[in-house]
């Protein structure tokens, strides 16, 4: 099924090493000295998970929507966990991994200034990117999160499970790694009715949760190799966390977040706001863990907001 999305220059693949990367451009309407707007997904979704917000968001800058490793359709290579040794053409699927791959986008396709805007784990792939470009003394002008993973299965917010999870924990783990079990799971996991359930959940009021959302989830998911990056994410169960980026971070950062959101719970997330590269939280009534996509009308001026700001910064 075609998915004419995006009404863009172009779409284009890049080569990352042996890797291919896909992403979609789209210019600003006013070209001049902007920032670039890069749009980072979260973990089960692509590009096109940024089907309502790309036009918009012309208004203020170039817009780049890029495809993480493992994800869309860029390339997905088989997984290596931590602990496993090294294999030809496999990828150790992380935090690092994806701000790498970002980072090297932002300094190969995009070079110039950029404004990071990442939902649910591609929140924190933005702050860990934001972290890499800080330290390059090339920092991004402005991180925007919305709805970022809070990562409550890390194993640094161990404490905070309650005592059957921390118990189970090492079960868990051992049996997470083996494909005979992640990669029938995966399977079982994609097909419409069951994506559609998840979405319902995702998006509380409903909105937006059409057959285009379907297919743009479920087609990547069927391709060769897609279950691999799922065996990689969940075994992360060490590795980068919000509270902990943001801590380090100097680069400003906003955040937007609906209220409802049933998975990232909007508690945790009033709690960043005492971090002090935190300028702002805007958060929306009724709406879930996508709102960019379930409420575009609410959340695009907020985007631009933050773009705006962005290509204010000195």
Same mark, same amino acid.
């Given at each position: 099924m075609?998915? %004419?999305i995006f009404e863009t220059e172009?779409? *284009?693949n890049w080569s990352w090493g042996d890797q291919k990367v896909s992403y979609m451009y789209? %210019?600003?309407f006013e070209p001049g000295n902007r920032s670039a707007a890069i749009l980072i997904h979260g973990f089960g979704a692509c590009k096109e998970h940024w089907r309502h917000n790309v036009e918009a968001l012309r208004k203020e800058a170039d817009v780049y929507a890029i495809d993480l490793l493992g $994800? *869309?359709?860029s390339s997905k290579p088989p997984s290596r966990l931590f602990d496993e040794p090294k294999r030809p053409g496999s990828a150790c699927y992380s935090i690092d991994l994806w701000a790498e791959q970002v980072e090297a986008f932002i300094s190969t396709i995009v070079s110039k200034p950029v404004t990071l805007i990442g939902n649910s784990i591609g929140g924190v792939v933005a702050l860990a990117t934001a972290a890499r470009l800080e330290a390059q003394a090339k920092p991004a002008r +402005?991180?925007?999160l919305v709805d970022c993973a809070q990562r409550a299965i890390d194993e640094k917010r161990l404490a905070e499970q309650p005592p059957l999870r +921390?118990?189970?924990r090492p079960l868990l783990k051992a049996l997470v790694k083996q494909r005979w079990i992640t990669t029938p799971l995966f399977q079982s996991l994609i097909n419409p009715g069951i994506i559609r359930r998840v979405l319902k959940s995702a998006y509380p009021s409903g909105a937006n949760i059409d057959d285009q959302l379907i297919q743009l989830l479920l087609k990547p998911a069927m391709e060769p190799g897609a279950?691999?990056? $799922? +065996?990689g994410f969940i075994n992360l169960f060490d590795d980068r966390i919000a509270p902990d980026l943001l801590k380090g971070l100097t680069t400003p950062v906003e955040m937007i977040w609906g209220q409802n959101d %049933?998975?990232?719970p909007i508690e945790e997330a009033r709690k960043w706001c005492n971090f002090d590269c935190v300028e702002r939280l805007d958060e929306i009534e009724g709406l879930g863990h996508c709102p960019h996509d379930e409420a575009p009308e609410l959340v695009n001026p907020l985007l631009i907001g933050a773009l705006g700001r962005s290509n204010n910064q000195i």
């Open positions: 075609s998915l %004419p172009w779409e *284009g789209a %210019p600003a $994800f *869309g359709t +402005r991180v925007v +921390r118990w189970g279950s691999e990056s $799922f +065996r %049933p998975w990232e």
